[in-house]
């Protein structure tokens, strides 16, 4: 039921409930599923897919065919192994040849997981793990090995993590940070990019180039790392670097005292200046996708992530429990994230400036912060420059208006009969209600006007269409 807040805070942002209606009733999926065709086995899978994955279950379930089994198993097969892995009731002694062995329990027909503790949230998964093992050995064997060997990578990783008793207080280094983030999360973007350029749908110099795919994990999970702070120190799981925090408290337990509240937000800002770091090659990896499908499967949990940075920015709140952005505005950068790496960049500029627009003076890290937000502004405007050089080079002169003009242009309006008048204020209401119903139905207004005032309503011509420049080559 929708409280009275929530109805409150939509009729103060009509831009968000636009968003919404445009998201839920206008938006048309590149590829849509048939559900029809799937055998059992595969729809469980993809129950499984909807119950371990709000966010990313919709995306991958709008992937070109080519993509979507193979994708779906990726992800189900890593949420197996996170599983195990998070799972405290597991002794290490059973967890580690578990997660060191888990790309061959994928050759194992029927094998499932019965061991994981009863309030595992994604335990159905392990318990119903056969079912992905069918799928996974009917994919080509050029997928298969892929996914296997990441899993092999991952699981050993998080074996030795697991196994590490200095990390049972917490991560000390921001080396060991950036490692552990690989190990969880590099190593997806990793994958997801083998298996974009083996289907042909992305650019094959982004394996030659793996600091960007590197950037695509680390980013979203150094996110979700600040923005459940609170929930994994309530369950004893420690991810922020000692490196970090020792700087502003002196234990751990300190960011959660009220007492401390300034440290603490000087402790996040610097958490957040670390995850801005890979902002920008965030972007350019986007200019590496060719298909639009592919492009959208990136391009959101990107998007959302540096609206949730902004919103942790400086906010107290991320002390005491897990924050979010509104269903209004993830709505938006759906809309916005689903249609070209410029509008990308347009949501990417905005969360950027209100990083920066948050940011205090007494922050030790005030500066740096302003320095990585003019990194990622600069590296936009680099791809979409905002200003037009015709229009900078033009001049434009205000002629003045005499006495005698003024009195001519007053009797003109004063001549105008009610008949005019009534007829100007009729259309007027008529124009009023065709922009409301427009502006609700996602017409991109603000793009017309910036298109106008640069010269550029009418469509391009053929010469100018052969001036466009496509990202084939990084």
Partial sequence: ????????????????????????????????????????????????????????????????PELLVPVTLFYLVLRGLDTIEDDMTI???????????????????????????????DRELLVKFNFVIEEFQKIK????????????????????????????????????????CYYVAGLVGEGLTRLFVESKLANPALLQRPSLENSMGLFLQKTNIIRDVREDFNDNRRFWPKEIWSKHVDKLDDLFDKKHTAAALNCSSEMVLNALSHADECL?????????????????????GIATLALVFRNPLVFERNIKITKGQACHIMVQSTQNLQLVCDVFRKYTREIHSKSSPDDPNFLNISIACGKIEQFIESIFPTQDPKLLSSSTSKEAVTP????????ARESFSPTIS??????????????????????????????????????PSINELKKVVYYDEL
């Fill in 404 to 411: 005698d003009q003024a009195r001519k242009y007053r009797l």
């Fill in 141 to 180: 064997s050029t997928f298969q090995e892929i996914i296997k060997d990441i899993t092999e990578k991952m699981g050993n990783g998080m074996a030795d993590y697991a196994k590490d008793a200095s990390h049972e207080a917490g991560i000390n280094s921001i080396q060991d940070y950036d490692l552990y």
């Fill in 284 to 304: 350019f990896y986007l200019a590496g996708i060719k298909d639009q499908s592919v492009f959208n499967f990136a391009a959101i949990p990107q998007s959302m």
């Fill in 1 to 64: 039921m929708v409280s009275s807040a929530n109805i409150i805070y939509y009729l103060l942002r009509p831009q968000e409930v636009r968003s919404i209606i445009q998201w839920k009733f206008f938006h048309v999926a590149v590829h849509q599923r048939d559900e029809d065709s799937e055998p059992i086995p595969r729809r469980i899978c993809f129950n499984l897919l909807d119950k371990t994955s709000r966010s990313f279950s919709a995306v991958i379930q709008e992937l070109n």
């Fill in 91 to 121: 002794s290490i002694d059973q967890k580690e040849p578990l997660l060191r062995n888990f790309h061959n329990i994928l050759e194992e027909e029927g094998w499932t997981f019965n061991g994981s503790g009863p309030n595992e949230k």
């Fill in 422 to 459: 009534a007829f100007a204020a009729t259309l007027f209401v008529l124009i009023s209600i065709v922009a409301l119903v427009s502006y609700f139905s996602g017409v991109r207004f603000d793009l017309m006007a910036q298109k106008a005032l640069r010269g550029k309503l009418w469509p």
